[in-house]
């Protein structure tokens, strides 16, 4: 019964922010990465952004410099917050974890419903 559920997006006009979260719950041993990802339409899924529960972060080009992911281990969060933002954001946001089920010990990706995010011009 694990879940992930996101918040935060919506509209705004370019150079504005947001700040998306997302939470996981349920049966959860362990958690290494999580992360948040993104698609357009007529586009695929490309990630956004990636960060360990140690702390290693990565990031796709296009945001670099203006994004910042975080998270909160104890609450088994993970933020985004994107500054500076251009239409070309617009996309929906999904957010991602790599979760090591509790009792069954079973390994899996989960990811949220995603949540939508329109940057207007």
């Known amino acids: 019964q694990v879940q992930l559920v996101e918040s935060g997006g919506g509209l705004v006009q370019a150079g504005g922010s947001l700040r998306l979260s997302c939470a996981a719950s349920?049966?959860?041993?362990?958690?290494?990465?999580m992360g948040w990802y993104r698609q357009a339409p007529g586009k695929q899924r490309e990630l956004v952004a990636t960060?360990?529960?140690?702390?290693?972060?990565n990031y796709a080009d296009s945001v670099k410099g203006r994004f910042t992911i975080s998270r909160d281990n104890a609450k088994n969060a993970v933020y985004l917050s994107m500054n500076s933002l251009k239409p070309e954001d617009t996309a929906i946001y999904y957010c991602?974890?790599?979760?090591?089920?509790?009792?069954?010990?079973?390994?899996?990706?989960?990811w949220g419903q995603g949540t939508q995010v329109t940057v207007s011009s």
């Open positions: 991602n974890a790599d979760i090591l089920r509790a009792y069954s010990l079973t390994k899996s990706d989960y």
């Open positions: 349920g049966s959860i041993y362990s958690i290494n990465a």
């Open positions: 960060i360990t529960r140690g702390g290693t972060i």
